[in-house]
């Protein structure tokens, strides 16, 4: 442990002076240029730089020496290049040269090689990018910043949103001391820095797979990458908005695939489930006690002696049988596998993977053998295609058992020696082009879960494989879901979880969340169910806790915190036809499903370092409680109209509310104008329970369309508007939403073959009416009955009418008959008003593509 000891005045070191390690100087003068296929060469007085645009949008600075650089990518970069057509200026008065695509510019000083960026639009980009080599041979970069600007990305990172007065290292390492803000590497890296100053964004990616460090600290005026191996390689990405450049980001590096749906629900793991009958017993308990459950971890026990690719048969004597009676129960197994293989003569992975030359080795030959938890083991080499290969043929081992779940750990990779990690010299053999470990150390985990990807996906038979990760590079979304590692069961660390995965999700990882209730220390009843009900609403909801802490299961800690658990995992799977229309727009944008505010406000200053709070997709905000006996906090609601989910209640945003929050109660809010599909878990219609707690699969059945209207003439909302209704809030009203809800069989990758329905439900709200259009895009899918409406905002007198103009010009058009609750659920259409949430609720005639729904409010 550090003691006082550590901070000795004589041990001091004066901070804001870190630099690079040997005497470091930039690349000075442009001495002469070339153009080349792609852009220009430019050959300056103390290094080179081929400056490219390979892509749309964004300019590739590749540091290089000799005559001709070397442009090849690592992994994590999947777009074609292409040769683009560009122009050269020489501009001798300025001197300076301008390097012209159709879509962005590269302007290069001549006195000092520094460069810009421009869009095709005038907006600047990266100003001031400075390259630097030192004398060691590393190299980095500079660029200009403000004292405004503000930084997101950098993916899994502790700290707040903004990560401006941090630096971080890029280096994935396994920490399981705690995650507080001075640990600067966690298991995941990506060296994607987005810089947002005065409204305008832009990316600037490093495609560097050693150790590189990335510095908003030192200077006020810049910030500072600096690299150890591997040079500098980088993409100035442009904006100007947010999103353009998180859209153009994971043009470059991929984009999550449509996980499974089973995937999406609520998982339950421990380290460890010690049995087969512990297991089952496990998922029973979930079902008798009305909890949903979409999968069980089997954690490092299930296996003989640690022994990836095996079962304990004493523990586990029929795992097929098991998997089978949990699939029976709509519970999938998710096992974990490291990649660690013990060393063991009598064991056939090891074997095999000696016999065909897979692990890793020194330079002279010896195979690498190194302590995790098996003890002494040997370690795949995945940067070669064949060991890959053979990775990925081994998972029929689980795939034939019923398995569709990995879950990928320790493959930073984490070793039990000093370093924490595979030394540095260790070899990797590339595809025929060797590098050390060092220089390819942080794509270890990446290239372990693409190999198991596509092992699962090949022995799934069409059924979409998941995979979920510790470590992970740049690019990780394409095959892996991440979670974010041994945090503890601490308030802080729940909090931190936040401005965590909001980062990720801006560095293009959208599916991911943190060990829900806390890995390590021991959570308490309370801290459980204010961690599930923020983990209800993260990409990824999995509970998991640490060998010898205390059992962190839904019931655990009672009837009153397991009531509360069950309700908020149960409002999971309400919002799953949300939720899963949300994970197809990240698939196809990169846009991520959990975002910060300021991705959807950026020129609200308020949502600037917002680390506690977030929004699901753009119309749903969720304000977690993450302190202990706190039963109010002070929620911001950015401009627009706002709905509390659980009261009704209205309010304008653009200000801080105080919102009450009982221990059963985490603050919601729904964006005035939203559509939100649901599942009817309430059993509006029928008391069914929710669709995907039986079987995530298929056409959900129970899908609502809620639609919150704006209700100016309540009186709650005069209450709250008094003086601050201004202009902003008045934008708001009459204004469009359109929400795109996709739906597919859930579980195969049919709808990449078109088979999926896809149907935009716009709503246009005004003072007197709404009009609510429902419009099939697509539909390969036939089964659903219609959507009810359920709105909330208009008298218990609205009246509705109906036209439905699909049928070749013809136009029918309808009142539709106000009945009962009762006489709804049976008929097949018509109104009622439901006195008990003050909801107006819509049933339409089925069969129709093009349907408009005219409420007159009062
Ligand atoms: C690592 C993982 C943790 C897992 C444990 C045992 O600490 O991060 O999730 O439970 O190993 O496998």
Redesign the pocket.
């Given at each position: 442990m550090e003691t006082s000891e550590s901070i000795r005045p004589d041990k001091a070191v004066e901070t804001g002076t870190q630099t690079m390690e040997g005497s470091t100087a930039t690349l000075g003068r442009v001495l002469g240029y070339q153009a080349d296929k792609q852009g220009v060469l430019l050959y300056c007085e103390h290094g080179n730089i081929a400056v490219s645009s390979p892509v749309k949008e964004l300019v590739r600075f590749t540091l290089f020496t000799g005559t001709h650089p070397e442009l090849s990518t690592s992994v994590a970069v999947i777009e074609e290049f292409e040769s683009r057509h560009f122009e050269v200026d020489e501009d001798a008065d300025l001197n300076r040269l301008t390097v012209k695509w159709a879509d962005v510019t590269a302007v290069v000083h001549l006195q000092d090689s520094t460069c810009e960026v421009v869009t095709h639009t005038g907006q600047r980009a990266v100003e001031g990018l400075q390259f630097y080599q030192t004398t060691e041979g590393n190299a980095g970069l500079s660029a200009a910043a403000h004292p405004q600007t503000h930084y997101y990305g950098l993916g899994e990172k502790t700290s707040f949103l903004d990560k401006r007065g941090e630096s971080y290292t890029m280096w994935n390492s396994?920490v399981?001391a705690p995650h507080v803000p001075e640990i600067e590497a966690l298991y995941v890296s990506i060296p994607f820095l987005i810089p947002f100053d005065q409204n305008q964004a832009y990316g600037l990616f490093l495609d560097n797979t050693g150790h590189s460090t990335f510095d908003m600290r030192q200077f006020e005026d810049a910030f500072e990458v600096r690299t150890k191996t591997g040079g500098v390689d980088v993409y100035v990405i442009t904006g100007p908005l947010l999103k353009d450049v998180i859209r153009r980001y994971t043009a470059l590096t991929g984009r999550m695939p449509v996980p499974p749906k089973w995937a999406l629900g609520y998982h339950q793991?421990r380290?460890?489930y010690m049995s087969q009958d512990e297991v089952l017993e496990l998922a029973r308990t979930f079902r008798t006690k009305r909890i949903p459950l979409s999968a069980v971890y089997l954690?490092?026990h299930y296996m003989r002696d640690y022994r990836v690719f095996t079962f304990n048969g004493q523990r586990f004597p029929n795992p097929k049988a098991m998997m089978d009676e949990l699939m029976e129960m709509g519970v999938r197994v998710v096992p974990?596998v490291?990649p660690g293989v013990k060393q063991d003569a009598r064991y056939s992975i090891y074997r095999s993977g000696v016999e065909g030359n897979h692990f890793c080795r020194t330079l002279e030959g010896d195979i690498y053998i190194d302590d995790v938890?098996p003890g002494a083991s040997a370690f795949p080499d995945f940067t070669d295609d064949r060991t890959a290969q053979w990775w990925s043929e081994n998972q029929q081992f689980y795939t034939d058992l019923g398995v569709r779940g990995i879950w990928n750990?320790?493959n930073e990779p984490?070793v039990f020696n000093e370093s924490k990690t595979m030394p540095g010299h260790i070899m990797h053999h590339n595809n025929g082009n060797p590098k050390t470990h060092e220089e390819l150390h942080n794509v270890y985990g990446t290239l372990m879960s693409r190999a198991t990807y596509k092992g699962l996906k090949d022995g799934l038979g069409g059924e979409r494989p998941f995979v979920l990760t510790?470590s992970g590079y740049a690019g990780i979304q394409r095959y892996a879901a991440v979670?974010t590692?041994?945090n503890r069961s601490f308030w802080e660390h729940m909090a931190m979880a936040m401005p965590m995965v909001l980062n990720l999700g801006l560095s293009g990882v959208t599916f991911s969340g943190p060990?829900v209730g806390g890995?390590a220390h021991h959570a308490s009843g309370e801290l459980l169910a204010r961690w599930t009900q923020m983990g209800a609403f993260f990409p990824f909801f999995r509970n998991?806790s640490?060998?010898d802490t205390v059992r962190q299961e839904p019931w655990s800690f009672g009837e009153e915190i397991e009531g509360i658990v069950r309700r908020y995992i149960q409002l999971r799977y309400q919002f799953m036809p949300y939720l899963y229309s949300l994970f197809k727009e990240a698939s196809e944008t990169g846009v991520p499903v959990m975002r910060p505010l300021v991705l959807e406000y950026p020129d609200d200053v308020n949502t600037y370092n917002l680390s506690d709070e977030f929004l699901v997709g753009k119309d749903v905000l969720v304000a977690p409680v993450y302190r202990p006996d706190t039963r109010h906090r002070s929620v911001y609601l950015p401009k627009g109209i706002w709905v509390n989910y659980w009261t009704g209640k209205r309010y304008e945003g653009g200000q801080h509310v105080l919102a009450e929050a009982p221990l059963d109660t985490m603050p919601l809010y729904i964006r005035s104008g939203a559509v939100i599909p649901m599942d009817d878990a309430n059993g509006t219609f029928d008391g069914a329970l929710p669709a995907a707690f039986a079987e995530p699969s298929g056409l959900d059945q129970n899908t609502l369309l809620h639609v919150y209207l704006d209700n100016k003439s309540e009186s709650a909302l005069q209450a709250e508007s008094d003086a601050r209704m201004d202009d902003t809030v008045q934008d708001d009203v009459n204004r469009t939403t359109v929400f795109e809800l996709y739906e597919d069989d859930g579980t195969t990758f049919a709808y990449q073959d078109g088979v999926y329905n896809q149907t935009a439900i716009t709503v246009q709200d005004s003072a007197q009416e709404a009009v609510i259009k429902i419009e099939v895009q697509h539909q390969a899918l036939s089964g659903n009955n219609g959507y009810p409406i359920v709105v909330t905002g208009c008298a218990a007198t609205a009246t509705v009418t109906w036209v439905a103009n699909d049928k070749q010009g013809a136009v029918e058009q309808r009142v539709l008959e106000r009945l009962s609750l009762e006489q709804l659920r049976q008929g097949t259409q018509g109104t009622a008003y439901n006195e008990d949430d003050k909801t107006l609720i819509i049933k339409l005639p089925a069969g129709h593509q093009h349907i408009t729904v005219v409420v007159q409010k009062n």
């Open positions: 396994d399981y793991s380290y460890s954690d490092i974990i490291d938890w750990d320790m984490a510790r979670w590692g041994d060990d890995f998991h640490a060998l």
